[in-house]
């Protein structure tokens, strides 16, 4: 299980398990958060392909499927 701070989720780099059409490492390029200070949004880009896409950052505290960093 990964350890991921809301707050610091933005500009974080990550790697792909089983990485799918070549895309491997990703940037967490926006977080956005509530009145209530509650993420509710986080959006993904691919280094390579530059394709965005949005993911519950929970789904990033998954060892089987994200590593932090790029590996």
Not at 6 to 16: D, M, Q, R, V
Request: net charge positive; hydrophobic share 35%.
């Amino acid at each position: 299980m990964n350890v991921v701070n809301p707050k610091k989720l933005l500009n974080s780099k990550w790697t792909a398990v089983s990485p799918e059409n070549k895309e491997k490492h990703f940037i967490v390029t926006e977080a956005k958060f509530d009145e209530y200070q509650t993420l509710y949004h986080c959006e993904l880009e691919a280094v390579m392909s530059k394709r965005s896409f949005t993911l519950q950052w929970r789904e990033l505290k998954d060892a089987n499927r994200w590593l932090c960093g790029w590996q």
